[in-house]
């Protein structure tokens, strides 16, 4: 029988991944941004010869950040990791003609209302402007009075509270200082520790307008353009625990994967005593 195994194979080969994967997605669909994550694209089948049995297969999500979502990361202070030689050579970074500072202009989306009922990425949730937000916005791009300034005050100075960040393992020297520095500014400013921006969340909000080259379509989207240098002194990202989901797949399916091996083994059994001993009950 050894090196036969048809029905665990067959099963190994297809419903026993296509049931990790169908879990999967529904664990992180709570969770990711987008649905590039989850998409059935991004999870590769590796059959057989994985591990220490060729009876064995793989699963795993080839998403280029799916290590982050699985494992989290530490605090870090984004200026101090980022390659600002590779970021200038690729072109991504400027150098600016008075200071000699490299810099990054980073785009924030801001999306417009949607259904109050599901249906929307996380992404798209937290980043979405409020129906009051939407309407002062649509108003300035059509210069109407005094709807800049309204749109102005919608926003806020503070990103995300990042008191706790005091605690977090790496932060050192120069980056625990100025940690400690805005945590103050920001109760001061805010009435709460934080971290807050230069500008408010609208400031400088542009109606970017696109068209689609095969249809003729138009579509627009509205975005603000913030700067991050090499020594800026906030841009700190918080710690982030991650989603542990495959441990929590595996807690899923660790049942229902046992049973359906269970069922093919026990064919697999009564195939092999059906050749050993003939069809004729004679060997």
Not at 101 to 118: A, K, N
Not at 150 to 166: E, I, K, N, V
Not at 178 to 188: F, G, P
């Amino acid at each position: 029988m050894a090196g036969e195994y048809t029905h665990l194979r067959a099963a190994l080969e297809g419903p026993v991944p296509d049931l990790v994967i169908a879990a999967w997605q529904e664990v992180a669909s709570e969770h990711v941004a987008t649905g590039e994550y989850r998409n059935y694209l991004t999870f590769e089948k590796l059959f057989p010869n994985v591990g220490p049995t060729a009876l064995a297969v793989h699963v795993a999500n080839t998403a280029p950040y799916a290590r982050v979502l699985e494992d989290g990361h530490a605090a870090f202070h984004l200026p101090s990791q980022i390659d600002w030689g590779a970021a200038v050579s690729k072109g991504t970074a400027k150098i600016a003609k008075l200071t000699g500072r490299r810099r990054l202009t980073v785009p924030f989306r801001h999306y417009t209302p949607g259904p109050s009922s599901g249906g929307l990425s996380s992404a798209r949730v937290r980043s979405m402007m409020s129906p009051e937000t939407y309407k002062h916005a649509l108003a300035a791009s059509r210069g109407t009075a005094g709807a800049r300034e309204r749109l102005h005050a919608q926003g806020t100075r503070l990103s995300r509270p990042y008191g706790a960040m005091s605690l977090a393992p790496g932060l050192r020297g120069r980056e625990a200082a100025t940690l400690s520095m805005l945590t103050v500014r920001a109760q001061r400013q805010e009435g709460q520790p934080g971290y807050t921006w230069r500008a408010r969340t609208y400031e400088g909000l542009k109606r970017i307008e696109q068209k689609n080259p095969s249809t003729g379509s138009h579509s627009s989207s509205w975005m603000t353009f913030r700067t991050l240098t090499e020594d800026s002194v906030g841009w700190f990202i918080p710690a982030f625990e991650g989603y542990h989901f495959a441990a929590r797949v595996a807690d899923l399916v660790r049942d229902p994967i046992q049973q359906l091996l269970g069922v093919a083994a026990q064919a697999d059994v009564v195939a092999h005593i059906s050749v050993r001993v003939g069809p004729q009950g004679t060997p």
